[in-house]
């Protein structure tokens, strides 16, 4: 299954001999639900550290699912994902269980938190804010458009820009950009940050030359013994 990534929804408590088959169906359910792409999501198994429910998704299919997920974690709007969302944190509060998820590709991990109480307030802090990628999405009608950057293999839609900008912005469609605004950040119940929304007020084309090129102009500008040690200093930073 090379062209497949896997998603495991790990449920903190019970063991596969005493958890009732309707009760994961359940699980299951509201699962498949929260990871959306329902025709190219597919059960796998269920592992027994724990309960593990073992999804399986296309792997070009990863840079949707994943952001959902951690958009639904992160009190998000979205209807569609935060419902299940809050249906499988209620079937776990019910059970006094949590569960955990580690997204594929960043290892991030997403906390059910269940039945545990939060421990930090959420709080919100407004500040100027840069963000880049990859623009591979820009839709919407009226003053202000959607922007969707694809940061670290995952798509980023918090971000809208007015329609003037939106109509420039959008001849660098599947280039590297960096946009500037107004963010909204928001601290979520276990204490992470993470960008709510970005109000884009300014944009700029960004230089996708690989780092082998990059490095070699800077050894043809610099003095030698200087050059060097700055591209081995870069190199190491690169690797760090």
Not at 121 to 135: A, D, E, M
Not at 181 to 205: I, Q, V, Y
């Amino acid at each position: 299954m090379s062209d497949f990534l896997e998603y495991s929804f790990r449920i903190i408590g019970p063991k596969p001999e005493t958890i009732g088959m309707s009760r994961l169906a359940v699980y299951m359910l509201e699962l498949a639900k929260l990871m959306g792409a329902t025709e190219n999501v597919h059960f796998k198994e269920l592992r027994d550290e724990s309960v593990s429910i073992v999804a399986v998704a296309d792997a070009e299919l990863v840079a949707v699912i994943s952001p959902r997920i951690r958009e639904a974690a992160q009190n998000d709007n979205d209807a569609d994902a935060s419902s299940p969302w809050r249906k499988l944190n209620e079937y776990l509060a019910e059970d006094g269980w949590t569960a955990e998820m580690p997204l594929p590709k960043g290892g991030e991990l997403i906390l059910f938190p269940g039945a545990t109480k939060a421990s930090k307030p959420i709080r919100i802090v407004n500040q100027h804010t840069s963000v880049q990628g990859r623009l591979i999405r820009i839709e919407g009608a009226g003053d202000k458009i959607k922007v969707g950057l694809e940061i670290d293999g995952d798509l980023n839609a918090r971000i809208s820009i007015d329609s003037i900008h939106a109509i420039s912005l959008a001849k660098l469609f599947h280039q590297f950009v960096r946009v500037s605004g107004d963010g909204k950040w928001r601290r979520d119940t276990a204490g992470k940050w993470f960008l709510d929304n970005l109000a884009a007020t300014s944009f700029e084309a960004l230089d996708d030359e690989p780092l082998a090129d990059t490095l070699g102009k800077l050894r043809e500008i610099l003095p030698d013994e200087g050059g060097e040690n700055l591209v081995k200093a870069l190199s190491e930073l690169r690797r760090a």
